[in-house]
């Protein structure tokens, strides 16, 4: 009826090594947890945008000419108090259209997302003397050496 100390003993030495093993299993899963999240936060990172802004003066586009690597999101703010556009020169030449804002008006921004690498010229249908170029690369363009 009365346990022994070494059943006594026996049994805690049982409890403790459950004790000792799931907290080493929680410990791991934790590890896990948090590595998956960082992993996740990584992986989900986009590009930062690439910011134009539309002027009322040359270089009306600036800069006029960019080069981005994939998946490089592209803004253009329109700060002017005038209607403009961004519009992929494919677009008015019967060819494929990248892209077309319509009228951007002021304060406001268009942005292009995941375009193909290529030369993309551009213009603003409103004023066509507004030009710029977008060059879209294979390979980030920080990388290049």
């Known amino acids: 009826m009365f346990a022994t100390k070494n059943s006594i003993d026996?049994?805690?030495?049982?409890?403790?090594?459950?004790?000792?093993?799931?907290?080493?299993?929680?410990?791991?899963?934790?590890?896990?947890?948090?590595?998956?999240?960082i992993i996740g936060s990584v992986a989900i990172a986009a590009p930062s945008p690439l910011h134009i802004t539309v002027g009322t003066f040359a270089p009306y586009y600036s800069p006029t000419f960019v080069r981005v690597g994939p998946n490089t999101p592209i803004s253009w703010n329109n700060p002017t108090g005038a209607l403009h556009s961004i519009t992929h020169d494919g677009c008015k030449d019967g060819a494929r259209c990248a892209f077309d804002s319509g009228p951007l008006g002021p304060n406001r921004t268009f942005t292009v997302h995941l375009l193909s690498p290529g030369f993309y010229p551009y213009h603003c249908s409103f004023h066509p003397i507004m030009r710029g170029v977008l060059e879209v690369i294979d390979s980030h363009p920080f990388n290049d050496t």
């Open 10 to 37: 026996a049994r805690f030495a049982t409890s403790t090594k459950k004790f000792e093993s799931m907290s080493l299993q929680r410990k791991i899963l934790g590890l896990l947890q948090v590595s998956l999240l």
